[in-house]
């Protein structure tokens, strides 16, 4: 069977990102080797992680067995919290990068604002030189709220190509996807399936029957339908593919509105303001 060919969206430097890729958080580093080699055959191209997912190594195994070639490969992490400020992240890209057993990366991401620290502004600088210098394809954020972008924007460097944020039917972040599209920032939505929370609700899986298609496929597909980047986790090779499957149909404008009743700011992680 032929793969499924991934549309990408494009980002504000002129690069572009796949609409679906691959998360590992919570994935032990000696399986996401596995994991990732069933995403790839599956036909993603694109994998997220992160240096304290402690998996970097993992992804970068798989991504060498593959034999697929680095510029069809997407490839996204992120700098920990413990390691914002100019020198230091200067320092943890290059950790990351050994790790990943890669000369660049496609996307880095300040993993969260930590506010309390008060560095990503520096963080910010450090990764506009690793852009220059050619390591870092595209530069990002993650976690950022309005009041966090737009400090950074009125810091004058680079603009973000992307804001990572949790994001599902529970938790629809309308003013960041408004201040993103006002900015030209592309919405990358993670826990995108809200860890599962969100797959039992009877609009969800009412729509799913009508489809004939999963609740996470019919979630995956809203996401699409809204213009978000989704990085669905699963180790179980039928959801990874699965989760793939979601380019061959559409939920109608009044799904559309009914998965859009189910913001009820659920949020299953931590809150980008206070976590440090
Ligand atoms: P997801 O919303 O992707 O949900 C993953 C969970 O859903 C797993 O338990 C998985 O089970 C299950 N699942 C996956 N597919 C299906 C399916 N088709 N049907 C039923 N259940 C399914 O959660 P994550 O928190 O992992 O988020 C996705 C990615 O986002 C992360 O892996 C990471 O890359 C990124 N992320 C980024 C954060 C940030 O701060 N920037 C924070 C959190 C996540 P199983 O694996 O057992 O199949």
Same mark, same amino acid.
């Given at each position: 069977?032929?793969?499924?060919? #991934?549309?990408? #969206?494009?980002?504000?430097?002129?690069?572009?990102?796949?609409?679906?890729?691959?998360?590992?958080?919570?994935?032990?580093?000696?399986?996401?080797? %596995?994991?990732?080699?069933h995403a790839l055959d599956a036909g993603y191209r694109s994998v997220d992680t992160a240096a304290v997912y402690g998996n970097?190594?993992?992804?970068?195994?798989?991504?060498?067995?593959?034999?697929?070639?680095?510029?069809?490969?997407?490839?996204?992490?992120?700098?920990?919290?413990?390691?914002?400020?100019?020198?230091? %992240?200067?320092?943890?890209?290059?950790?990351?990068?050994?790790?990943?057993?890669?000369?660049?990366? +496609?996307?880095?991401?300040?993993?969260?604002p930590a506010p309390a620290r008060d560095l990503y502004v520096d963080t910010w600088r450090a990764i506009g030189t690793l852009?220059?210098?050619?390591?870092?394809? %595209?530069?990002?954020?993650?976690?950022?709220?309005?009041?966090?972008?737009?400090?950074?924007?009125?810091?004058?460097?680079?603009?973000?190509?992307?804001?990572?944020?949790?994001?599902?039917?529970?938790?629809?972040?309308?003013?960041?996807?408004?201040?993103?599209?006002?900015?030209?920032?592309?919405?990358?939505?993670?826990?995108?399936?809200?860890?599962?929370?969100?797959?039992?609700?009877? #609009?969800?899986?009412?729509?799913?029957?009508?489809?004939?298609?999963?609740?996470?496929? #019919?979630?995956?597909?809203?996401?699409?339908?809204?213009?978000?980047?989704?990085?669905?986790?699963?180790?179980?090779?039928?959801?990874?593919?699965?989760?793939? +499957?979601?380019? +061959?149909?559409?939920?109608?404008?009044?799904?559309?509105?009914?998965?859009?009743?189910?913001?009820?700011?659920?949020? %299953?992680?931590?809150?980008?303001?206070?976590?440090?």
């Amino acid at each position: 069977m032929p793969l499924p060919h #991934v549309p990408s #969206v494009a980002l504000n430097n002129g690069t572009e990102i796949p609409r679906i890729g691959f998360g590992v958080f919570q994935v032990p580093d000696d399986e996401t080797t %596995t994991a990732v080699a069933h995403a790839l055959d599956a036909g993603y191209r694109s994998v997220d992680t992160a240096a304290v997912y402690g998996n970097e190594a993992g992804v970068g195994r798989a991504l060498a067995a593959s034999g697929i070639a680095r510029d069809e490969l997407y490839v996204t992490t992120k700098l920990w919290n413990a390691d914002q400020g100019y020198d230091a %992240t200067l320092r943890a890209f290059d950790a990351s990068l050994a790790k990943l057993g890669l000369d660049h990366v +496609d996307l880095y991401l300040i993993h969260w604002p930590a506010p309390a620290r008060d560095l990503y502004v520096d963080t910010w600088r450090a990764i506009g030189t690793l852009v220059a210098d050619g390591r870092v394809r %595209t530069a990002g954020v993650s976690n950022f709220n309005p009041a966090h972008l737009e400090r950074l924007l009125d810091s004058g460097g680079l603009v973000p190509a992307v804001n990572q944020i949790e994001l599902h039917p529970g938790l629809q972040q309308r003013e960041l996807r408004a201040l993103h599209a006002a900015h030209g920032i592309v919405t990358e939505a993670w826990s995108p399936l809200a860890q599962g929370a969100v797959l039992a609700d009877p #609009v969800v899986t009412g729509i799913a029957d009508r489809h004939g298609r999963s609740p996470a496929q #019919v979630v995956l597909r809203w996401h699409l339908q809204l213009g978000n980047v989704v990085i669905p986790k699963s180790v179980t090779p039928a959801r990874i593919r699965e989760n793939l +499957d979601v380019l +061959d149909f559409a939920l109608s404008p009044e799904e559309m509105e009914a998965v859009a009743g189910l913001d009820r700011g659920l949020r %299953t992680g931590p809150d980008p303001d206070t976590l440090d």
